[in-house]
């Protein structure tokens, strides 16, 4: 059974940070890209950030490229989000997503044929940044 | 960016109706598009990809359609548990963008 279990939320000031960690089991951790979708109080799904199953590429929304950061261990199937400068408008219940369809490579270049499909998500940690 | 509209916003009907989300796209994206159902305060569900095909598990009063920039997703006949938001997703390319839900009510 997959699961994926998100943790490192929390209440921080404008300006701080914060790592948020996302534990997987049940699946081939290494072979799927993962990515963190946010929800803010009220509001819709933004995706914020993935990272293919190898790590060597990662993807930003604009509205966080250049504070926060995506990482994966694929030693300990665990996913993080680094945030940095963190600003109000962070606050938001964070979802850690997987893939659908697994990457795969071949000669040397790894590729993820359906990225940001996703097809489970984890229960989500909230982010506070308030003063 | 790919921008997501869907309609409408909120949608009231009772239980066995059929009931249609209505979600367009700025640009074409093919096929590549999901429907997610959330229910209050749990992550959200996938139910379509690809535009039509209908995840395991997933009921098959649910039903999608559509290519290019239009897209519906259709309740054939609404169920308690159906009172909830639905979302639709573009993975056509990055960002992943998604509309700004329906949320299903009852009359």
């Known amino acids: 059974e997959v699961q994926l279990l998100e943790s490192g939320g929390g209440l921080v000031q404008p300006g701080g940070s914060l790592r948020l960690s996302c534990a997987a089991s049940?699946?081939?951790?290494?072979?799927?890209?993962l990515s963190w979708v946010r929800q803010a109080p009220g509001k819709g799904l933004e995706w914020v950030s993935t990272?293919?199953?190898?790590?060597?590429?990662?993807y930003y929304a604009d509205s966080v490229k250049g504070r926060f950061t995506i990482s994966r261990d694929n030693s300990k199937n665990t996913l993080y989000l680094q945030m940095n400068s963190l600003r109000a408008e962070d606050t938001a219940v964070y979802y850690c997503?997987?893939?659908?369809?697994?990457?795969?490579?071949?000669?040397?270049?790894?590729?993820?044929?359906?990225?940001?499909?996703?097809?489970?998500w984890g229960q989500g940690t909230l982010v506070t940044v308030s003063s | 960016d790919i921008q997501m509209t869907q309609s409408p916003s909120t949608l009231s009907a009772s239980v066995g109706d059929r009931v249609t989300i209505t979600c367009r796209a700025s640009?074409?994206?093919?096929?590549?598009l999901a429907w997610y159902q959330q229910k209050p305060g749990k992550a959200p569900k996938l139910l379509i990809y690809?535009?039509?095909t209908l995840e395991s598990g997933v009921p098959s009063r649910f039903s999608g359609s559509g290519s290019g920039t239009e897209f519906t997703l259709t309740i054939s006949s609404l169920q308690p548990d159906d009172f909830v938001t639905y979302y639709c997703?573009?993975?056509?390319?990055?960002?992943?963008?998604f509309g700004q839900g329906t949320k299903v009510e009852i009359k």
């Open positions: 990272i293919s199953g190898t790590g060597g590429g990662t």
């Open positions: 049940g699946f081939t951790f290494s072979s799927y890209a």
């Open positions: 997503a997987k893939d659908r369809t697994p990457g795969y490579c071949t000669n040397g270049v790894c590729y993820e044929p359906q990225p940001l499909l996703f097809d489970y």
């Open positions: 690809d535009a039509s």
């Open positions: 997703q573009q993975y056509n390319s990055y960002p992943g963008t």
């Open positions: 640009q074409s994206i093919s096929s590549w």
